[in-house]
């Protein structure tokens, strides 16, 4: 009976330390940008949505890195959690919008992943990176252009806030509203005038005529 619970022990305590090492090679090939390592491990039954010691699960690590070669690894494990969030209410695609990690964002859509979550979305962060091939990504993935964070912020008011001029005049051609306010009653307009964006703010104005069609008398 001894011998069985010896041996009973003696597996346990090896499966412990396996699972210790998988775990530390997990989090090294994000840092390594192994995507072959990553591989072996996932085929291992590595759990894709593991959390680092302070609880950040790896696609987040691995955006952070940033590991290209291993999120693109990670972003087809079968049984990872695309929509998950961190702390701050953003998603793996948030993050690559803000970033302007192109091959990552086109991955995450073609996985279908949430464009259009509730609050701040990928679009408002696009609009904030200011990448024109990013915001059309979301926009042919159907991505609301409207959007309207919890203080009534539209992606259109954060680029007028950071983006290039190419970036706000694609947004308007798209449609996005000029004439909407936030919830301190502040515009597209408002908001570039605010941060001395003169320019940004005159071409929100003529389209603002432009919609409003010649001037009658």
Same mark, same amino acid.
């Given at each position: ?21 998988? &775990?530390e ?5 994000i ?11 996932? %085929?291992? @039954?590595?759990?894709? #949505?593991?959390? #680092?010691?302070? @609880? ?24 990872? /959690? ?5 702390? #701050? ?6 993050? *690559?919008?803000? $970033? @302007?990690?192109?091959?990552?964002? /086109? /991955? ?8 259009? $979550? ?7 962060? *696009? ?6 091939? +990013?915001? !059309?990504?979301?926009?042919?993935? &159907?991505? &609301? ?13 954060? %680029?007028?806030? &950071? ?9 308007? $051609? ?10 301190? @009653? ?13 320019? +940004?703010? !005159?071409? +929100? !104005? ?11 008398w």
């Amino acid at each position: 009976m001894l011998k069985r619970w010896c041996i009973a022990l003696a597996c346990c305590l090896l499966s412990s330390v396996v699972q210790a090492g998988a &775990y530390e090679d997990f989090f090294s090939a994000i840092e390594r940008d192994s995507a072959p390592a990553m591989r072996n491990l996932l %085929a291992r @039954g590595m759990d894709p #949505n593991t959390v #680092n010691p302070e @609880g950040i699960p790896a696609i987040f690590v691995a955006i952070a890195s940033p590991a290209l070669d291993v999120l693109a690894v990670l972003v087809q494990a079968p049984d990872i /959690q695309l929509d998950v969030r961190n702390r #701050n209410d953003e998603t793996p695609l948030m993050l *690559a919008c803000l $970033k @302007g990690m192109t091959p990552l964002v /086109q /991955q995450l859509l073609a996985r279908e992943v949430d464009v259009n $979550k509730p609050g701040w979305t990928p679009l408002h962060y *696009a609009a904030t990176k200011g990448d024109e091939g +990013i915001i !059309q990504l979301l926009l042919d993935h &159907y991505a &609301y252009i409207d959007a309207e964070s919890p203080n009534g912020t539209t992606p259109l008011m954060m %680029a007028a806030m &950071y983006a290039p001029k190419a970036a706000v005049e694609l947004l308007l $051609k798209a449609g996005a509203d000029p004439t909407l306010k936030n919830q301190l @009653g502040m515009t597209a307009v408002d908001f570039a005038n605010r941060l001395q964006r003169s320019e +940004i703010a !005159q071409v +929100i !104005q003529a389209e603002i005529r432009r919609r409003n069609g010649p001037a009658t008398w």
